[in-house]
């Protein structure tokens, strides 16, 4: 399907001309003899490739009825295709290293370089690359020379699940190159299928000449016997991530009841928020009517401007204040080294001192605010960036402090 342009694109021109003239069947210099004219996207803007097409110039050699493309020309885009390499590493980046979604992508590139693709052709730029990829990762050539000083190989194997309910993707890695070395989804994970993987692997192993001195895994059953039938002798040790999270297990277990109480406790964030913003219409209507308009512009385009009246600011301090402790709450990252229940308890004693720091400040003096319908709150200028950055700088000494559930 040819991509219609618009009419009066402005395209950055470029000429592409043969470098090697001679025929490649008679050895006669070659004649330009047509021009092909291309138009792709690039992330530098829409660009006309001139293509000069050469020709053997003697009528009776087979060379004459064929005609030779640019060398280069296939070093900035495919044959046939509407954007060039650059826009297409874009998107297989984009798409497989950040985990971007279509959507997004296709907006980033109209939005950035109005680059306008349809989903459905950046979806099969995304299945193009992936083939690409797969090839040059498993091209034995490459992998050879990747090889050639590394003395011997530790291989893991191991299941990952990308999507609920899905088939198990088994991976199959080599640690000292940290690299992959091939992935095959299993619909039925028998200890045979299983084994097929092991004994692949042992045949790249043979084609590098490299002997495999060590297996990691999590020692599911499969593992364990397929590696024993096919690597005898070579060690095979857990993985020391599966290894601590089957130790962690109680940890988590008790962490994660931690974390129902905390959030049983931490409530009724949106009562406050609502409370907060139902004064702050009102402030604004009982304001007199010259400057009401005016304030109304300053409250909604910025609530926390540091020129906004004693009340608003108190306002965006709590609300602030609100979204903080809803992030915490919410935030479930971490693994058994850094329990998420844990982590949520420090950063809600951060809040916490934050809080009693402002009310220190009030009561110390400097009372900015006569404004009472919030008395635990200061309206001094502080942002929750400080206790933010605060809650990093102190964690070594803080995560000590255990949690008592
Ligand atoms: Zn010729």
Redesign the pocket.
Known sequence: MPYQWPAHTDFTRRELDVLDRT??????G?YICDHRYRHLHTLEGPLELVCKLNH???PD????AKTKSPETEAAIAPPHWAIGWDVFCWIGHRRFARHWAIPQIQAELRDTYRIPLSDDAISQYTHRYQTILAARQQDPEALRRQYESVPELILTIDGLQPEKGHETLYVVRELTQKRVWFAEALISATAAEVQRLIAKAKEWAELLGRPVALWISDKQDAFVTGIAAEFPGVPHRYCDNHFLRDVAKPVLEADSHAKVQMRRKVRGLRKIEQAVLKHQRAAVEDRPAAIAAEATVTVTVEPAGAEAPPADSACAVVLDYSAAVRGIVNDDQGGPLHPPGLRMAEALDEVRDSIQRNLDEKKGGSQRSNWAAWPTVSTAAWTMSEPNKRRSGSMSRRSRRSLRP
């Open positions: 025929c490649p069947v008679c050895g006669r070659m053997c110039p003697d050699c087979p060379g004459h």
